[in-house]
């Protein structure tokens, strides 16, 4: 690991872009580069694999900045929340790919870190940081969505082991995942206080996935399977039975990181590239440059100030939740705001190309053309993913603002 330490930020910074511009592997600038688009997600399945993401995944994994404000120890940066900041800006302005995708790092890792005790630390926070182990998020069952504390999924005390047996639902990734954090019944006969949270490997007998296909062709998520799963004794988080409290803080970072992949950059928002531009490539510009139809370029830049705004109050709430006690209950405003602006940019972009943003394949369509209606489909589950557009309002409601139940 280079030495980047002192608190000058300044200094910080330099040193920072020096060492991006040195090990940034060439293959990468290329935007025609031909790497795997699942290696930036890392896991066992690129275990010794030369793709230029992954050569670039373990540099920056070396100096612990795949998560840079976990602590050296377990792998990560113990950057401060500043110097952590400058890194962001950094990586950002040079435009460099992200180095791992990870619900590791952005769900799983933050609640080992408060919740695991030693062993489980040492034993999975390294291999996140690193890449190595790709985790699923074993949350919502058939019958468990928006009321999570129903699911049924069961697991018993076998002495030296637990059995798990049940299946779980819009499963993101579990066929590529290795391992997967999970929520399961340990007591039948209480709700939320007979919930636990365990740690199941993917690859144990009994474990089953099955790919769901939606809409757009993808197939991002699956129905889970567990027959007669045996977990080890060791792979339970926290209290037996005290997994409720651990789901709710984990929902609060997916919260928080899911709105940061909304909008133009983001790879949950929809269509990509600058809304704007597009638009005046597409509508026409008037004199001076501006978007010809005044209507539509009234809306497409209060879109815009609406995401320049929610990217400066997600960098603010990151920066407390990194000083403070971890994010709260407001990372429901910021999802809930993320979705909306994140579904009406795509209607926006729709919208703006016209007869031309119905392209699904073919020659004949460019590139805004072809992401558009994927992408303005992609943003439907925007409002539904880590939790609905109405429950986080309901959180809202009961947890920011302090409003009693309806009677
Ligand atoms: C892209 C995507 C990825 C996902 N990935 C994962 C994953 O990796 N792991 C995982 O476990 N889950 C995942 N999910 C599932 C997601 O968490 C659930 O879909 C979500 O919590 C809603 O649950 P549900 O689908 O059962 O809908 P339901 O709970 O059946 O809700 C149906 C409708 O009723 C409304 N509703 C329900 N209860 C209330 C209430 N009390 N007040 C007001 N309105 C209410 C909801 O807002 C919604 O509009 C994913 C979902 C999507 C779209």
Not at 157 to 186: E, M, N, P, Q
Not at 340 to 352: H, N, T
């Amino acid at each position: 690991m280079a030495d980047f330490g002192g608190a000058d930020l300044e200094a910080f910074r330099r040193k920072i872009r020096e060492w991006l511009q040195a090990n940034y592997p060439a293959e990468l600038r290329d935007p025609s580069a031909q790497t795997d688009p699942e290696a930036v997600w890392g896991g066992r399945a690129f275990e010794g694999s030369a793709d230029p993401q992954i050569v670039w995944m373990r540099r920056m994994a070396e100096q612990g900045w795949t998560a840079p404000t976990w602590p050296k120890e377990v792998g990560g940066g113990g950057l401060s929340a500043q110097h952590a900041r400058v890194l962001d800006q950094e990586l950002a302005a040079g435009r460099y790919r992200p180095a791992l995708l990870s619900f590791g790092v952005w769900m799983l890792g933050p609640v080992l870190l408060e919740y695991a005790n030693d062993e489980q630390k040492k034993e999975h926070l390294p291999k996140i940081t690193q890449g190595r182990i790709r985790w699923c998020q074993g949350y919502s069952e058939p019958g468990a969505g928006s009321d999570l504390a129903g699911l049924q999924t069961r697991c018993e005390d076998k002495g030296d082991h637990w059995l798990i047996g049940g299946s779980k639902v819009w499963t993101s990734y579990a066929d590529k995942a290795d391992w997967c954090f999970c929520l399961v019944r340990t007591d039948a006969s209480k709700k939320h206080e007979g919930i636990s949270f365990v740690l199941i490997d993917m690859a144990s007998p009994g474990v089953e996935t099955r790919p769901i296909r939606l809409i757009s062709g993808d197939s991002p998520f699956c129905e889970t399977f567990f027959t007669d799963v045996k977990v080890p004794k060791g792979n339970l988080v926290g209290r037996l039975n005290g997994g409720w409290e651990i789901a709710k803080r984990l929902l609060q970072y997916e919260r928080q990181n899911i709105s940061a992949g909304f909008g133009e950059g983001g790879s949950a928002g929809g269509a990509s590239g600058d809304l704007a531009e597009i638009a005046k490539r597409y509508v026409g510009a008037a004199d001076g440059g501006v978007l010809a139809d005044a209507d539509l370029r009234r809306r497409v830049t209060e879109n815009k100030m609406n995401f320049q705004a929610l990217r400066q109050t997600i960098a603010r709430s990151a920066a407390e939740s990194r000083a403070g006690n971890g994010p709260s209950a407001t990372t429901s405003i910021i999802k809930y705001a993320a979705a909306e602006f994140a579904k009406e940019r795509s209607e926006l972009m729709i919208e703006a190309l016209g007869a031309h943003g119905l392209g699904w394949a073919g020659e004949g369509f460019a590139a805004p053309e072809l992401t558009a209606v994927r992408g303005w489909l992609r943003t439907k589950a925007n409002s539904i993913e880590g939790g609905t557009s109405e429950i986080n309002l309901n959180v809202v409601a009961k947890r920011v603002l302090g409003l009693p139940d309806p009677k």
